[in-house]
């Protein structure tokens, strides 16, 4: 019992300095937006324990950017498809029914396609939100720990 309570102490201090926080946040709130559904949590408990970084920020910011990672996919998907200058993916219900009818195997092949579009819409608008976020939240966690620091002494 022991041993597992020294891993969950090990878990909840990792990522703790400022660079630390300041990772964890912002792939938190990143991957909390990734459109690819049912992901997020896989990928964030990998890199969390990969890195050592705060696997409990991490999950609790993708969680609240749930929301968000639904709402932004069809603008993920627009942009990917922009950026690859494709034909815009049909989103009427009727058009995708229509397509799995016709066959099954070409409307999955284009759902997958629809994906790596929202994804590669995903990487054009988050690498450089997730690059100023970083070095913001660094300055200010680095700011806040300063300030605890200087109230204990």
Not at 125 to 132: C, E, L, V
């Given at each position: 019992m022991n041993q597992y309570l020294?891993?969950?102490?090990?878990?909840?201090?990792?990522?703790t300095s400022?660079?630390?926080?300041?990772?964890?946040?912002t792939i938190g709130v990143l991957l909390g937006v990734f459109p690819v559904l049912g992901v997020t949590t896989w990928l964030i408990t990998f890199i969390?324990?990969?890195?050592?970084?705060?696997?409990?920020?991490?999950?609790?910011l993708s969680y609240i950017f749930w929301p968000a990672q639904?709402?932004?996919?069809?603008?993920?998907?627009?942009?990917g498809e922009w950026f690859?200058?494709?034909?815009?993916?049909?989103?009427?219900?009727?058009?995708?029914?229509?397509a799995f009818e016709t066959s099954i195997i070409n409307a999955l092949g284009d759902l997958w396609?629809?994906?790596?579009?929202?994804?590669?819409g995903w990487l054009i608008i988050?690498?450089?939100?997730?690059?100023a976020c970083y070095f913001l939240l660094e300055k200010g966690f680095s700011w806040m720990i300063e300030k605890k620091k200087q109230k204990v002494i």
């Amino acid at each position: 019992m022991n041993q597992y309570l020294n891993t969950l102490k090990t878990i909840v201090q990792q990522g703790t300095s400022s660079k630390g926080l300041a990772l964890s946040a912002t792939i938190g709130v990143l991957l909390g937006v990734f459109p690819v559904l049912g992901v997020t949590t896989w990928l964030i408990t990998f890199i969390a324990l990969r890195f050592k970084l705060n696997l409990i920020l991490m999950m609790t910011l993708s969680y609240i950017f749930w929301p968000a990672q639904v709402i932004l996919i069809i603008p993920f998907l627009r942009i990917g498809e922009w950026f690859w200058n494709a034909t815009p993916f049909p989103l009427s219900l009727d058009q995708i029914l229509l397509a799995f009818e016709t066959s099954i195997i070409n409307a999955l092949g284009d759902l997958w396609q629809a994906n790596l579009y929202a994804v590669w819409g995903w990487l054009i608008i988050t690498i450089p939100i997730g690059i100023a976020c970083y070095f913001l939240l660094e300055k200010g966690f680095s700011w806040m720990i300063e300030k605890k620091k200087q109230k204990v002494i």
